[in-house]
């Protein structure tokens, strides 16, 4: 273990994930959603190939035998990656990014009611908290024009609920990857992710496809290579430091969607995108420290009836 690698690489791994966004926020909607999921996905596939036949063969790291539970996680990732998009085209790049921490919040929700778990208090004020931080980067959006669908208010209000459905979608994979980890490599969850939505997207050429400029191409490829180094980065970080210690630093995404935003799309985020999404990462981190000291407890109860058992 070097937890400073592992966070070294983890916030290199953010880097690349906001990369990754702002080429698809600069096509500006202009080439379909279901094509730039088709090239995102199968450009991804050439270096997260290379790495996984580098790490000891691409027949071992992708070896299953719950194909159903891929199916799973990657329709709701692909749900996840449709709506972001979306969010992306509708709106500037912190606010796409700030939104997109609701996933650990919808995560803790659906764990409740889906997977019965266990909430208390404390994780749904964290949850109401987060929520409310949504609002306020909402907030400056919500007026009688948001009815008219001319206005850039309606054009806004209409991201932040993409941004809020691929939240949701993302948590339902992230569920589904709990499940998946305790049996499968971590290069089978990210390869049969891949090739599925690479299908999907291929598929969508029925509803139409645009030839894309030199200028969008390039955008393409970048968000595919961006992507799939992404994964690699988020894999490797995981060998270096434990993923309590790492998931914190998911929020680095905000500095990085802030500086990027700023030098290359002339983006200056409103004092509520900052409140609101300071907000939603205080809720995120009091809700992963709360997840971490029941997880503690859990392990201390174990121990403590192992002993008593002997």
């Given amino acids: 273990m070097d937890p400073r690698k592992g966070i070294l690489l983890k916030i290199s791994a953010t880097l690349s994930l906001v990369l990754m966004g702002a080429c698809i926020s600069a096509l500006g909607g202009d080439i379909p959603i279901g094509q730039v999921v088709f090239f995102r996905s199968a450009i991804a596939l050439l270096p997260l190939c290379i790495w996984m036949a580098a790490q000891g063969g691409l027949r071992k790291e992708i070896a299953t035998r719950h194909i159903g539970g891929h199916l799973v996680r990657s329709f709701s990732?692909?749900?996840?990656?449709?709506?972001?998009?979306?969010?992306?085209?509708?709106?500037?790049?912190?606010?796409?990014?700030?939104?997109?921490?609701?996933?650990?919040?919808f995560t803790v929700v659906l764990a409740a009611l889906l997977l019965k778990e266990v909430v208390r208090i404390y994780r749904w004020t964290a949850i109401v908290i987060g929520l409310c931080g949504i609002l306020v980067i909402l907030s400056?959006?919500?007026?009688?024009?948001?009815?008219?669908?001319?206005?850039?208010?309606?054009?806004?209000?209409?991201?932040?609920i993409f941004g809020l459905t691929a939240a949701v979608f993302s948590a339902i994979s992230m569920i589904q990857i709990r499940h998946l980890t305790q049996t499968e490599n971590t290069g089978a969850i990210v390869f049969y992710f891949t090739i599925l939505t690479t299908a999907i997207g291929f598929a969508s050429i029925a509803l139409?496809?645009?030839?894309?400029?030199?200028?969008?191409?390039?955008?393409?490829?970048?968000?595919?290579?961006?992507?799939?180094?992404?994964?690699?980065?988020?894999?490797?970080?995981l060998r270096y430091a434990e993923a309590s210690l790492l998931a914190p630093f998911d929020y680095t995404t905000m500095i990085w969607a802030?500086?990027?935003?700023?030098?290359?799309?002339?983006?200056?985020?409103?004092a509520t995108t900052i409140a609101g999404a300071s907000t939603v990462i205080a809720a995120?981190?009091?809700?992963?420290?709360?997840?971490?000291?029941?997880?503690?407890?859990?392990?201390?109860?174990?121990?403590?009836?192992?002993?008593?058992?002997?």
């Fill in 77 to 105: 990732g692909t749900g996840g990656m449709v709506f972001s998009y979306l969010a992306l085209a509708y709106l500037p790049l912190a606010d796409a990014t700030a939104i997109s921490y609701a996933t650990p919040l």
């Fill in 140 to 160: 400056p959006h919500a007026s009688w024009e948001a009815w008219d669908m001319s206005s850039g208010s309606a054009v806004a209000m209409t991201g932040g």
């Fill in 208 to 237: 139409g496809w645009n030839t894309p400029t030199g200028w969008q191409m390039a955008l393409l490829v970048g968000a595919g290579l961006f992507g799939g180094i992404a994964q690699i980065l988020v894999t490797l970080s």
């Fill in 258 to 270: 802030l500086l990027i935003g700023y030098a290359f799309m002339d983006q200056v985020p409103p």
């Fill in 284 to 310: 995120g981190l009091f809700t992963l420290w709360r997840e971490k000291q029941l997880r503690r407890r859990r392990v201390a109860a174990e121990q403590l009836v192992l002993s008593t058992s002997r």
